[in-house]
Structure formats: C-alpha cells, structure tokens
C-alpha cells in the first residue's frame, strides 16, 4: 500500500507540474484568452504558486500556498508570511520528509553547500539560488522565517523523527538583479 500511495502522490505531484508548464508554454505563445483563463482558474483552485527543482537531487515539485495538511500532502508548501516566490525578502517553503505521497524533501539532508535550486513562480519567473548554509534547528525556532534585506529561500524539513528541522539556506545567484 505505500507504494501504492507514493506512485500515486507522485503521479499528481507530475499533472500539477505538467499543468503549470503548460500555462508556461501558452503564455509564451499568447493562446486565446478564454482557454488560459479557465487554466489560471484551475491553478488558483489547487494553490499551485510555483515549481521548485533541485537537480542534485532529482527533485522537482509543485508549490502550494499554505502550510496545511492539504498542501503538503500534494507538494511543497510556501509559508504566506514570508517573502513572495522569487522576490526580495526571504521566501520559506516547506515539505514532508518521509511521506507516504512522495519523496518530496525526504533526501533534502543530503544536499551540498552550493547545489543549485531553482524557483519558478505564477509569473513565469525564474530564479537560481545557491545553497549557502545548512543546519538544524528547533521546530519552535523563529529564525527559519526571519525576513532579510536580500533574496533568500529558505527549505526545511523533519529532522530526528519530528523533534527538529533540517535547514537549507540559499542566496540568489548572481546577486539578485532581477533578470
């Protein structure tokens, strides 16, 4: 049965992903109004804000608005408090380790000090960050959603069975000039 449950959480973790490249390619194309508007509606109903791949790791998900069981049973969530997906300020997103549904942050312990991950958001804008730091934390620890001056994207994860977070740091790359 978690096999079944993973393929499954993995399959729609792909429609979603598949979906908002989609909108990606008819934005670029300029496809009627009516057809985009009634895809930007269905994206608006799921949450779907966004895309995170980190290469390194072969992992590429959809981004929820929200932190709740229901967004992060689907993907990767982005905390509403902190900064807007590619924007300045710092931009925290969050993921199960060890679901049933997917892999989705499972592995994100055993990423290298300046791996690449990349954030798509409903814009259509995309931006490459370095990771420049990881630690663990408290799961009380405020610090994860401190907001900065710069761009920064932050990812955490369980740690220790739920006792603590795991937590990837990233800088813009490039500086942060947007392109």
Wanted: with cysteine.
């Amino acid at each position: 049965v978690p096999f079944v449950m993973r393929w499954i959480g993995e399959y729609r973790s792909n429609q979603y992903i598949s979906q908002f490249e989609e909108d990606k390619d008819e934005s670029q194309e300029k496809e009627n109004t009516a057809h985009k508007k009634k895809k930007d509606a269905l994206l608006k109903t799921e949450g779907v804000i966004g895309i995170v791949e980190i290469p390194s790791l072969n992992l590429k998900y959809p981004i929820f608005e929200g932190t709740g069981a229901v967004q992060l049973d689907e993907g990767i969530g982005h905390m509403t408090e902190t900064a807007k997906l590619c924007e300045a300020g710092n931009s925290v997103l969050c993921g199960h380790n060890g679901s049933r549904r997917a892999a989705y942050f499972t592995y994100l312990n055993t990423i290298e000090i300046g791996a690449v991950v990349t954030v798509t958001n409903q814009d259509m804008v995309t931006h490459d960050y370095e990771v420049v730091e990881t630690k663990i934390v408290d799961p009380y620890n405020a610090a994860v959603s401190e907001q900065t001056t710069e761009e920064t994207l932050t990812l955490f994860t369980c740690a220790y069975h739920g006792t603590q977070r795991f937590v990837v740091i990233c800088k813009r790359k490039g500086g942060g000039a947007n392109p």
